[in-house]
């Protein structure tokens, strides 16, 4: 999948939802984005680890490993990461505070902008009362959710067969749905609402699978998307300015170049019996 592409360099980068320990991770298309993007500051915002899929039972490919290697060697070069948990990876936050392989763990943290503004950074979950009020429910749709994204796994291969480009059908059916449509604004809402209220400028989050970058209410709503669905990241350049990173829309216009690039022609080297008939013939 790597190409020879310049890589970009960012302030910041945020990620978060990659689900590693699932069979709907898409570590593949992460490594790619990892290799051609660095950062001063790497935030992980949480489910970066899927604890409950993994308790269920193991499921730890080679290219999982390599996440976690990579992201690693990442913070050993310089690069500042923190890991703010979610609620698939919640055992992490009895390490709250405390540093491991070079990597912060937080709850939550301030973020501030190179043009000053400062950004609320945290999961999403606490703002989640699913989540929170009843974990049961939660626990049912994550498990509908992860049938979502076999049926997802196996249509992309089949789109990929036929030489289409990844595309969501997961994330099409969750937009389409009235209820999970309700469920987005007023979560957004929410955040953005908490963000207010501790007069900060903005909010950065995770949870709910949908990127998305945009003001409401006055104020900054951030969500970096995730690695199972939207493949999806926010990053700050050195001028504090926020963008969405979009690498399913990077991966399909690589392959659009690559299929309208012209064949190379590659010089043979003369046959030997062609050299014998020139040396007779000069």
């Known amino acids: 999948m790597n190409d020879i592409r310049p890589i970009q360099y960012w302030r910041t980068l945020w990620i978060s939802d990659i689900h590693l320990g699932t069979s709907g991770c898409k570590a ?14 790497v935030y992980l915002v949480g489910d970066i680890i899927d604890g409950w899929q993994l308790r269920k039972h193991w499921y730890w490919p080679r290219t999982h490993n390599d996440v976690v290697q990579k992201i ?8 500042r990461v923190v890991f ?7 055992f992490a936050r009895d390490f709250t505070s405390y540093a491991f392989g070079d990597i912060e763990v937080q709850d939550e943290v301030v973020h501030t902008l190179a043009d000053g503004r400062r950004l609320l950074v945290l999961h999403g979950d606490q703002f989640d009362g699913v989540i929170q009020h009843g974990k049961w429910l939660a626990r049912l749709g ?4 992860n049938l979502a ?5 196996h249509f992309n291969r089949l789109r990929h067969r036929c030489g289409l480009h990844y595309w969501s059908l997961s ?6 749905v009235k209820n999970a449509v309700s469920f987005i604004t007023d979560f957004e809402e929410t955040l953005a609402g908490e963000a207010r209220r501790r007069r900060l400028d903005g909010v950065v989050c995770g949870h709910i699978h949908k990127a998305e970058l945009r003001e409401v209410g006055g104020v900054l709503y951030c969500n970096d998307g ?10 700050e350049d050195h001028e504090g300015r926020l963008q969405l990173l979009d690498w399913a829309a990077v991966l399909a216009a690589r392959c659009t170049a690559a299929r309208g690039r012209p064949p190379r022609t590659l010089a043979l080297p003369a046959l030997p019996s062609a050299l014998g008939r020139q040396s007779r013939h000069p």
């Open 28 to 41: 593949e298309f992460l490594l790619d984005f990892l290799d051609h993007n660095e950062a001063d500051t």
């Open 72 to 79: 690693l060697r990442k913070a050993r070069n310089g690069t």
């Open 84 to 90: 703010l948990p979610g609620n698939h990876d919640e």
């Open 142 to 145: 994550d498990s509908l959710y």
């Open 149 to 153: 994204l076999w049926l997802n796994h």
């Open 171 to 176: 994330q099409y059916l969750k937009h389409k």
């Open 226 to 235: 995730d690695w199972v669905e939207s493949l999806s990241a926010l990053a």
